[in-house]
């Protein structure tokens, strides 16, 4: 996919505001390696809200009883699940913040789900394996190397703040990626890709940054 491919349905204007700004700032200079004890990452700042962003593409409710995600590639037994099936698995609640690359942070987000890493091996991943693409809904892609996603907090989450998922917040499940910046947590999950090399998502291939982390700026290709 180009930078100017047009995906249909989506916000238009919202993307290209955002390719302007990763076209403008490219190669600017950033911090690199700040120090973790400030809890707000460099460049960012604290709100009280939890906005809501996205392509303006959102499923409707009525859809979430029968949603599934289908976890597929470097896996040895690719398998789709139901809301229900995923629920049973092991559990795990993490409390995180949010770093939005667009400046804003929230602090203390509780998300309830599923660990990636519990999800991983239950299927089995596949020699070779090192990265996974998470798709949503709404065509989003975004990708994440399997070190940055199978950690004790990465997550796809069920609940947010001891809720079901909001469709404002990418419900019914959404890829929770807490230590990256937020374009890393696709809403809406329908599927994730195991792959065994670094394939770009959709803001990735729009001139965000491959990686995303906050403590080091990671926001635009550099
Ligand atoms: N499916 C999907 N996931 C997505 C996005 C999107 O457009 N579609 N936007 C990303 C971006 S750019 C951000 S900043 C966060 C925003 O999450 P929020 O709306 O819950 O604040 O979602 C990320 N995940
Ligand atoms: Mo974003």
């Not at 700040?34 to 809890?39: F, G, I, K, T």
């Given at each position: 996919m180009t930078m100017s491919e047009e995906v249909p349905g989506i916000n238009q204007s919202y993307v290209a505001g955002k390719i302007k700004i990763a076209q403008t700032f490219r190669g600017k200079p950033v911090a690199h390696d700040?120090?973790?004890?400030?809890?707000l990452p460099p460049g960012q700042r604290l709100v009280s809200t939890f906005p809501v962003l996205d392509l303006g593409i959102q499923p409707h409710p009525q859809r979430f009883a029968n949603w599934q995600v289908e976890i597929a590639g470097l896996v040895n037994t690719p398998q789709t699940f139901s809301l229900d099936e995923l629920a049973s698995l092991a559990r795990t609640e993490i409390t995180a913040d949010f770093h939005c690359v667009t400046r804003w942070s929230t602090y203390d987000l509780q998300w309830e789900g599923v660990l990636l890493r519990d999800l991983l091996q239950h299927v089995g991943l596949q020699e070779g394996a090192t990265h996974l693409i998470f798709h949503g809904f709404d065509g989003y892609t975004t990708n994440v190397s399997l070190e940055e996603a199978a950690t004790d907090t990465g997550m796809l989450a069920l609940l947010l703040n001891g809720e079901p998922l909001s469709r404002e917040h990418g419900g019914p499940i959404r890829g929770i990626?807490?230590?990256?910046?937020?374009?890393?947590?696709?809403?809406?999950?329908?599927k994730i890709t195991v792959t065994n090399h670094d394939e770009l998502g959709f803001w990735e291939t729009r001139g965000y940054h491959q990686h995303g982390d906050p403590w080091n700026e990671e926001r635009y290709a550099e």
């Open positions: 700040a120090e973790r004890s400030n809890r990626i807490p230590q990256l910046y937020g374009w890393k947590s696709a809403k809406f999950l329908t």
